[in-house]
């Protein structure tokens, strides 16, 4: 079953399937959306190139005056659709946005499969080629471009056999896809694979050798041939078993940048990911910080790009976890493109079963980090085939916050989470206000039950669902929280691993002294005995069986608030029925983790709740 129709904007024009430019989607938009108001209004387009990606709007008497450029024009039509459907006046808009790069990541495989996806099967690759209904890519890059997000990289950073033929055989229906997508203002990015070379006949992909250094300048003229507005290359190296510079005693800005000079001639730009580490690290080993490898990798490169590579940097040190402090790399790099890369796929974060809006945790980040330190903004995917293209139908919130976020990175959680709810749901303001406060508090209670005080990787290996906190202890990716009787956590401060003095000076203090560090990145920074003291005046261990207790019983009132909500039936149907399976998950991470910490603690509960034995 598709439902095209779907997620915040109703009902396609037929129209706009014909469209082969974005003034001619504007048009499509507007005139459609204006004849369904009925109110005698106009509109009139023209486009300023000047503007770029950005608009204006002014209204004089009953006519919407939008101006913008070759794509703003497009942002402009949604922009303002968007505010006259949520009950806005319209009289003047200006909009412009923060970050030129807006991009989406997909870890679609070509063989159908989303690597963490959690929305079904890939919406463009099936059996090792692509494989779609052309219509829905129209109402992708619809989707994409009313969020305004400008690219989509394709094809999983992990790239696998299949999708190394996307620059080279499957070219031409890579183009065919792009210019599907191309009305829109959505330009595609592709994941490349580092050893390419070799693959490819030659003996080595060594970036300092010339002959690797043609191979790639050759791979981009043919690619950009093909797809003149390619967006560019995204790249995983070194990580995760990847291959890499590292290989040939290169150093990531080598690699990166004879990458970057056979892009350049196209206006291409190479993204090159940090999530860097030692996967293989063995656990007795107590000096190794994994949070510390990124910083410790990259920060003595700053300067050493070349300036059209873009370091992508995940948010937090580890990997998408539910708490974490802002990547110190992302403070640091102040002589190399940046880019702030967040995961809309729930991998740790409740999988699009739980609900988990994101709003409230990227104003976090971005209270930590000053906008103008990165210049560009990436999202791994949510999407996938399902009926509601997110799995959960509250999960597209996340993906229309971010082309918000990207556009304005000071947007309003609140604020954006209502926005959503007016295009998407039509109810009474009572009831949309239990839903933006459910939605708002979503992420704390997920992380009551799941990751208290910054403690996290207790979540089921490989699977990351569900409750085994000691299913990472003993292995190899260095997530430890070394529970014994007495404590918890790892000591980061300089007496510990010294990842703090990765941080200016202001924040590493901060973080460094316990009385600072803010409850709920407690034990990310310090290790705390069961029975020291928290702000509020509770010991740590009581505090840990307070808010798995607390996590549980705010998810059964969310359950309670969710059935009463009037949604259209079946995105009530789904999300009752995710509800439970949340439900299910919470007692079970409150249940096993109490119990954990009791067994080794033996501490009692001071309220005398049932934690087994
Ligand atoms: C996580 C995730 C992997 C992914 C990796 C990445 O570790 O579990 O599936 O490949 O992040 O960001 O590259």
């Known amino acids: 079953m598709n439902n095209y129709d779907g997620l915040w904007l109703k009902s396609l024009t037929k129209t706009l399937l014909d469209c ?18 009925d109110a005698g209004e106009r509109f009139e387009l023209s486009v300023d190139e000047a503007l770029g990606e950005g608009y204006c709007v002014e209204r004089t008497g009953g006519v919407y005056h939008l101006s913008g450029g070759n794509t703003g024009i497009l942002y402009g039509a949604y922009d303002l659709i968007r505010e006259l459907h949520n009950g806005g006046e319209a009289e003047k808009l200006a909009s412009s946005p923060r970050y030129p790069l807006r991009m989406l990541n997909s870890w679609d495989n070509m063989d159908g499969t989303v690597e963490r996806g959690y929305s079904g099967r890939s919406i463009w690759f099936e059996g090792n080629r692509f494989d779609y ?95 003149p507005d390619l967006a560019g290359f995204l790249v995983k190296a070194d990580s995760e078993h990847r291959p890499g510079p590292n290989a040939y005693g290169r150093t990531h800005a080598e690699g990166a940048n004879m990458l970057g000079r056979a892009v350049k001639p196209y206006g291409g730009v190479v ?38 590579v873009i370091l992508q940097i995940k948010n937090g040190p580890f990997d998408f976890q539910v708490r974490e402090p802002v990547s110190p790399l992302l403070l640091s790099m102040q002589n190399t493109n940046t880019a702030l890369e967040v995961q809309l796929a729930q991998e740790y974060t409740g999988q699009q079963i739980d609900l988990y809006a994101m709003p409230p945790m990227w104003k976090e980040i971005f209270d930590v980090l000053p906008a103008e330190r990165i210049q560009a903004i990436a999202a791994v995917s ?52 239990k839903l933006l406060t459910l939605l708002l508090n979503s992420r704390h209670v997920y992380e009551l039950y799941t990751a208290t005080l910054g403690l996290c ?43 703090t003095a990765q941080y200016p000076p202001e924040l590493q203090a901060f973080y460094e002294n316990r009385e600072t560090c803010p409850d709920e990145l407690l034990l990310f920074f310090h290790r705390v005995a069961y029975d020291a003291q928290l702000h509020d005046g509770r010991t740590l261990i009581q505090r840990i069986y307070d808010d798995h207790f607390e996590g549980c019983a705010e998810a059964e009132k969310m359950a309670e608030t969710l059935q009463s909500l009037p949604l259209p039936e079946t995105d009530r149907q789904e999300a009752v029925k995710r509800m439970a399976m949340q439900l299910k998950n919470a007692r079970e991470w409150r249940d096993v983790i109490n119990t954990f910490f009791y067994r080794f603690s033996g501490a009692e509960d001071e309220q005398g709740r049932t934690i087994y034995p």
């Open 133 to 227: 209904d052309p219509e829905r890519i129209r109402y992708l890059g619809r989707l994409l471009a009313s969020a305004h997000v400008n690219v989509l990289c394709v094809n999983n950073v992990n790239v696998h056999a299949p999708a190394q033929r996307l620059l080279t055989d499957l070219l031409p229906d890579l183009a065919a896809f792009a210019a599907l997508l191309r009305p829109f203002g959505v330009r595609l990015m592709v994941s490349i694979d580092f050893s390419l070379p070799l693959s490819s006949g030659l003996q080595t992909a060594d970036p300092l050798a010339q002959e690797v250094q043609k191979f790639w300048n050759e791979t981009a003229s043919i690619a950009w041939a093909a797809i």
């Open 457 to 499: 990787w207790m979540i089921t290996p490989h699977t990351h669902y569900g409750p085994n906190p000691d299913g990472y202890e003993y292995d190899l990716w260095g997530t430890y929280h070394r529970a014994d009787r007495n404590a918890v956590g790892i000591d980061r401060t300089a007496l510990g691993t010294g990842y």
């Open 271 to 308: 993204v090159w990911r940090a999530f860097v580490y030692d996967c293989l690290q063995d656990w007795r080993n107590v000096k190794t910080d994994r949070p510390c490898a990124a910083y410790q990798i990259y920060q003595p490169l700053d300067g050493d790009f070349v300036d059209n």
């Open 382 to 433: 949510n999407l996938g085939r399902d009926y509601f293209w997110t799995g959960h139908p509250f999960a597209a919130l996340n993906l229309y916050a971010f082309g918000r976020l990207a556009w304005d990175p000071a947007i309003d959680p609140a604020a954006v989470i209502d926005e959503w709810i007016r295009l998407t749901y039509t109810m009474p303001d009572t009831d949309r206000e």
């Open 20 to 37: 082969d430019t974005p003034l001619q989607a504007a048009e499509a938009e507007l005139a459609d959306f204006f004849r369904r108001r």
